[in-house]
């Protein structure tokens, strides 16, 4: 594991392919759970957990799994894992456990898990398929919590339950809000990623044909 | 007849599965461009989500409780419905090849809608169905029932959102609002619409 190559694996999970506001995956949860920060932060470290385990062990079993069973057994793994997450949170973190709801079963067919499984941990080494995990359930938890925090401040005058003040916009914290919020949030992290990538773009251009302006000049070496 | 319209007016309005318990949104937003995908994907999601409740349902209440294997029902329940929206798809490519050209492909997508697993785990949860429908006891014919109108409310959501596309697209909105951004924004129009109906009742 060399950093370019760890780099790349956070960039990518975290930024490039974030699947909140990139790729626009596991939306139920993320409309659904981001009614408070707490919340977000809940269903984002669920995920996160399941994601890194159900990773090692598909990598892990890659060349075990014959490849037209793949997507019944990263099912049943995934299943597996959310089945033991579902027993754990209800035996110690009951409030959490019924603030999630239905949406803790639902993460057996989130998107994210199934996606990263087929596309990632079944061609990759276990230690990769560890950190895509970990990045890409970040990148998650990131715009769980980002989003949750918006909705909370602006709908119930509270920033992780802690009361800020009286005033309260109670479409923030409807289901309206919630695709609102959500469809502004994407609009804005495009826009600042287009921003960078035409940035990014003009520098290469410049350096090909050699009329970067001095102060520019990447140094050599 | 009185639970009949209650589970009517609740599966379909005032608690629809997409905009109002955003169940399914996925194929809400990825199956939307046109009315007719749209209305395919409806009908499909709905035959699934009737025969979902008319098998799961019973598998919990007569088999898993029973044995206290009420743990096991995550992983009871996506295999029961990875097997079922096969053997529909081989029925009806057997049955009505017309049919399966229409919605044949969007059956293999209904395994991981969540909109699916989502009633299968809504019916069981013997609170949650008494609070939005108001009744005393849960049988299978009312789960049977609350997986179709839920599925007819699934349809009702994502046509009236493909319709909206279809003018929307045409509009000259900013360049990073494109696609799901006005989607959403979109989409929180009508779930300000079906709001309207919590005041129902």
């Known amino acids: ?221 | 007849m009185g639970t009949f319209m209650m589970i009517v007016i609740s599966a379909v309005f005032v608690s629809n599965f997409v905009v109002v318990q955003f169940l399914g949104i996925c194929p809400f937003l990825g199956v939307s461009k046109t009315t007719s995908g749209a209305l395919g994907m409806g009908v499909a999601v709905t035959l699934v989500m009737t025969v979902t409740c008319l098998i799961t349902y019973p598998i919990y209440v007569y088999i898993l409780t029973p044995l206290e294997l009420e743990y096991m029902e995550i992983i009871v329940f996506i295999f029961v419905i990875a097997a079922l929206v096969q053997m529909i798809e081989k029925v009806i490519k057997k049955f009505s090849p017309p049919l399966y050209n229409a919605m044949g492909i969007y059956l293999p997508l209904i395994t991981t809608n969540c909109a699916v697993l989502g009633v299968a785990e809504t019916v069981i949860d013997t609170s949650l169905m008494m609070d939005q429908l108001g009744i005393t006891s849960v049988n299978l014919g009312t789960a049977v029932l609350y997986g179709f109108f839920a599925g007819v409310g699934f349809t009702v959501a994502i046509v009236l959102l493909s319709g909206l596309r279809e003018k929307v697209d045409f509009l000259d909105t900013p360049k990073s609002l494109k696609g799901f951004p006005v989607t959403m924004v979109t989409a929180c129009f009508m779930a300000m619409g079906f709001y309207v109906f919590n005041l129902i009742g």
């Open chain 1, 1 to 221: 594991m060399n950093t370019q190559k760890f780099r790349k694996i956070a960039s990518d999970g975290l930024l490039t392919n974030n699947p909140t506001f990139r790729l626009v995956l596991g939306t139920c949860p993320t409309l659904a759970l981001t009614t408070s920060a707490f919340n977000g932060v809940g269903m984002g470290l669920a995920v996160t957990f399941i994601l890194i385990c159900s990773n090692v062990l598909i990598s892990l079993l890659r060349k075990v799994i014959p490849n037209s069973v793949r997507i019944p057994a990263f099912v049943l793994i995934i299943a597996t894992f959310v089945t033991i997450v579902r027993m754990v949170m209800e035996k110690f973190i009951p409030d959490l456990y019924s603030s999630l709801g239905v949406f803790l079963p639902l993460i057996v067919v989130n998107c994210i898990i199934l996606g990263r499984a087929e596309s990632f941990a079944s061609k990759n080494d276990v230690l990769s398929s560890a950190l895509d995990g970990l990045f890409t359930g970040l990148g998650f938890t990131v715009a769980l919590t980002l989003m949750g925090t918006v909705r909370e401040i602006l709908g119930s005058g509270s920033f992780f339950g802690l009361a800020l003040w009286d005033f309260k916009i109670a479409f923030f914290t409807s289901q309206a809000g919630a695709f609102f919020v959500y469809g502004i949030f994407i609009a804005l992290f495009n826009a600042v990623y287009s921003y960078f990538e035409r940035k990014q773009h003009r520098k290469t251009f410049l350096a090909e044909f050699d009329v970067l302006p001095a102060s520019e000049k990447v140094k050599e070496g």
